[in-house]
DNA sequence: ATGATTTGACCATG
DNA sequence: CATGGTCAAATCAT
């Protein structure tokens, strides 16, 4: 049976199911590819097996955005079944008739809103800390918005984060696409010199991320299921790890610290083993890229002038 | 000077 | 009393 049919069939399944088979089905068959030892499949296996693993993930994460509602439970929504230690019930819901909305995102973004900080809290059983925005107009405008972000515990690659939103915002629309030059004092910014060290500036419009996020996804995947990889010429390296990552290199340099500001360690697939600083390039060209005119750009689509047969 | 963030203190709730 | 949410003075950046 052929190897495209094969991941097809997989990944035709639908749900989540299907998407499980899929991806054990493309993994399977990565790792049979890397045995046969050749330079070029190898690299671009390892490659794949890391980009894989990510679009998993974000693909969870855009289902939970998607729904907030729906049942079943969001993941973010219920803890995780293997958790060692039980944590104690859940504060009741305040009884103050505000709506809120949920959202699990693969990381903080822009929504293009502006947003005033007014506190951040340790959060008990937690290991980020959750902040705390209104709206800027809070009072100008009588703008009750407010939201509060929190990175979500566990090794999430890339790390996600449960922002909350309660009121409509009133104030300026969603400008597109938002971005901010990083200054040699916003950087000092971002690493904690000065004032204790601020947040993570949100650069990214949030509907844009979530299109690139499927964008990617499928060309990623596409790539796959036609056997090709394509890579930068710019490179003229052989096909190893590095001259792929070049192509993720791409991503603003002065954005990715941002995206990585988390304390986890270096990428890890959902197997537990350690993927290539690539790939974690990867994931801060995909949120990070594709925005602004002073920058490279990494368009979701490997802009490649070579590629070579990946299965035959 | 102005506005945003940090952070410890305080408040409300269960 | 424990905890999450908010306040506001101090601090920092522009």
């Known amino acids: 049976m052929q190897a495209q049919s094969r991941l097809a069939a997989a990944a035709s399944g639908g749900g989540g199911t299907g998407a499980v088979a899929f991806r054990h089905e493309l993994t399977t068959l990565l790792r049979v590819l890397r045995g046969q030892g050749q330079g070029q499949v190898e690299a671009t296996t390892t490659f794949i097996l ?19 509602s729906a049942s079943p439970p969001q993941p ?28 699990l995102t693969a990381s903080p973004y822009d929504d293009g809103y502006q947003w005033r900080k007014y506190g951040q809290k340790k959060i008990n059983n937690t290991n980020f800390p959750r902040s705390y925005y209104r709206c800027s107009y809070h009072r100008e405008r009588r703008c009750p918005a407010q939201k509060h972000v929190q990175q979500r515990d566990g090794d999430d690659v890339p790390a996600l984060h449960v922002v909350v939103y309660t009121h409509e915002h009133t104030g300026r629309p969603p400008s597109f696409p938002t971005r901010r030059r990083t200054t040699p004092s916003s950087l000092r910014r971002l690493r904690g010199v000065g004032g204790g060290g601020l947040q993570p500036q949100f650069v990214d419009h949030r509907a844009a991320m979530e299109e690139r996020e499927r964008q990617v996804l499928v060309s990623s995947l596409a790539r796959v299921l036609q056997g090709r990889q394509c890579y930068d010429d710019d490179d003229d390296d052989d096909t190893d790890v590095a001259s792929l990552g070049a192509v993720h290199a791409r991503a603003p340099a002065a954005a990715a610290p941002v995206a990585a500001s988390s304390s986890s360690s270096g990428p890890v697939d959902a197997a537990g083993e350690e993927l290539d600083v ?33 299965i035959n």
């Open 50 to 68: 890391g980009e894989v693993s990510r679009a998993f993930t974000v693909c969870l994460s855009i289902m939970a955005s998607a729904s907030p």
């Open 76 to 103: 973010d929504e219920t803890p995780p079944a293997d958790s060692a230690v039980s944590p104690p019930p859940p504060r009741a819901a305040r009884e103050d008739n505000v709506p809120r909305k949920r959202l």
């Open 278 to 310: 690539m790939d974690y390039d990867m994931t801060d060209a995909l949120f990070w890229g594709p925005f602004g005119t002073d920058s490279n750009s990494y368009d979701g689509n490997l802009t490649s002038t070579r590629c070579f047969d990946l």
